[in-house]
Each structure stands twice: as C-alpha cells, then as structure tokens.
C-alpha cells in the first residue's frame, strides 16, 4: 500500500468510498458525497490523502477542512478518513491518519479534530490509538435524515490530535 496526495483523477474511488461510507449511517450525517469541484473547493489541497494498493487502485482517503474563516484558527481543521469496506482491518485507516499527522505541522496545522458517531467504535479505536484524546460527548447534536438511523438524534464523540509545542 503506498499513501499519497489525492489528485482530481482519483476522485471516482474516493466518492465511491465515501458513499459506501455513508451506506453505513456510521460515517457522516452527509446524505450524499458532494460533488468534486464542492469537495475540492472546501478540502485543504494540501492534506488530502489517498491509500492506493499494489495495483494502484484507490482503497481508502483522507482530507481536512479548515473549521474558521477567522485567521487565529488556521491550524485547526477536521479531518475525515475513509476506508473502502472491502479492504478494512488492513491498517489502510491508520496509514493514512499517522501520514496526516506527519504532514501537519509543515502544513502549518497544530490540531486536528474530528466528530466521531459514538457506535463508530472502530474509528474511535483507530484514534484512540493514534493518539487523539476524546474532549467530549455531543449529545443529541443532529437528527439523521437518511438510512438506518433515520429519524433518531445522534451523540458524537469530538476528539482531537495536538501537535506537540
């Protein structure tokens, strides 16, 4: 597996992970993918990440979004991070979460965070274990419109990366 920067090209695999993502009800309380000039346009260019197998298909992604207009936040985004359903539990998801962490700081990004659907417990792990830190529960933060959890209030758990001083 080799992790690199996610180029226009790649961007019928990542919607169609992000789908598959979505499938789940576990991954983001988007409906649909967006389309690729919405998610270029609001993805900063240079942490979106892509896993490719040996074969260089596309089998996972990652991609942050700043959370502020106001300059004072410009080093904190949230990221997201996406692992085809065929090729999990291979550490595509881990791969890509510690080579964003790696190009963080040079990006001028000291935190990382994200909001994680509290039955989402394989991506709380991976964190976990990546070593973003649980900052709080998000109860009730948003009714879900779409798929198997359709109708019901959802918690998230905001956990976030802290570059070190």
Do not use: C, K
């Not at 991506?123 to 019901?152: C, D, K, W």
Request: glycine content about 10%; charged content about 25%; overall charge negative.
């Amino acid at each position: 597996m080799r992790i690199r920067a996610m180029a226009e090209d790649d961007w019928p695999a990542v919607e169609e992970i992000y789908r598959a993502g979505i499938a789940t009800g576990n991954a983001t309380f988007e409906s649909q993918p967006p389309t690729w000039e919405r998610f270029d346009a609001s993805r900063r260019r240079e942490l979106r990440l892509v896993a490719a197998d040996e074969g260089g298909d596309v089998v996972g992604w990652a991609a942050v979004s700043g959370v502020s207009a106001r300059p004072v936040y410009s080093g904190l985004v949230e990221h997201s991070v996406y692992v085809h359903p065929g090729h999990t539990g291979r550490g595509i998801g881990r791969a890509l979460v510690d080579e964003l962490i790696a190009q963080a700081p040079d990006a001028g990004v000291w935190t990382i965070q994200s909001s994680i659907f509290r039955e989402n417990t394989a991506s709380l792990g991976l964190h976990a274990n990546a070593g973003f830190r649980t900052v709080g529960t998000r109860e009730r933060i948003a009714l879900m419109t779409y798929g198997p959890y359709e109708g019901q209030w959802r918690d998230t758990i905001l956990i976030e990366w802290r570059a070190p001083e």
